[in-house]
């Protein structure tokens, strides 16, 4: 994402994968900077291309107006809104002049596993968008400000001390941004434009219910992300997880409020729209890659679940060529 940062692309993908890269001299692993210095690093064209980076962005709009796109949802940001996107999201950034703003960017394996569980990193599903108020801003934006301080110098320590200060200030951060407040309606930008949601986003309902999910949940959760090219059928998830298809269904709908089958299809969907939206492979080259057996049967599977053809889809997104 940043013009220092290594692109990867493998042949398959369409969409660039951006890896993390530590810039010359600092810790790897973890990265604080403004709005400012983005600018200053990146390219703009480079930003405003969607990209599915490996690694946690965390922004706080401090001045101005942020528009910015994850997933076909697109939000507008304004002053104490948070931004948290996660590894393997597509997203990408709007117009950054004349905002103000400071960003986190980190890998999951930075931070030690209890935090990791404790912050929900592998929560992929949450809202992505919140506003924090009160005490709870003050203490999310300390928690920030005394990151970014140390991030910008050794203060006389050895690096290795360095390091580990900053994963445990990086482990505040996160802990308290994961207990954030989403906006009220579903997750939009306070005093924004808020997130155009689609029916097949793949998403669960935005709330509280996946914070609050099951083990069970989870452990399916995980396993669908895993293999949801492979097999969209529930049975095969539940014979991998020890669990009965009908335990696995009342799992997922008390956390999102749909069925596991419904969870799994708008996972598939999710990622169709992102390989027609963000790249030029053929219906039948995505069919193959999401475990279609031809590409009629994705046309068919995509067109029941969205009221679009791929093709149709592509060209509402991008325009005609």
Known sequence: MVKKRHTAQDAGESIPAVAFAAPAGRPAGVEVLTLAELRERADACALAVPHRPDFHHLLVVDEGRLRHTVDFRKYELSVNDWMWVRPGQVHHFGNLSGVKGRLVLFESGFLDPATAAAARLEDWFGPAVHHPEGEQARAVDCALRHLHQEFGALRGLPLEVHIEVLRHLLAVLVLRASRMSAPAGGGEARGGAGAVRGEGDGRAPDGDGVCEASETFLRFRDAVERGFTRSRRVEDYAR????????LS?????????????????????EAKRLLAHGDQTAARIAVRLGFADAA?????????TGSTPISFRTEVRGPA
């Open 240 to 247: 991998q997880l020890g669990y009965s298809p009908r335990t």
């Open 297 to 305: 049967n994705f046309a068919k599977f995509f067109q029941h679940r």
């Open 250 to 270: 009342r799992a997922t709908a008390a956390a999102t409020g749909v069925g596991a089958k419904e969870f799994i299809d708008r996972r598939v969907v999710l």
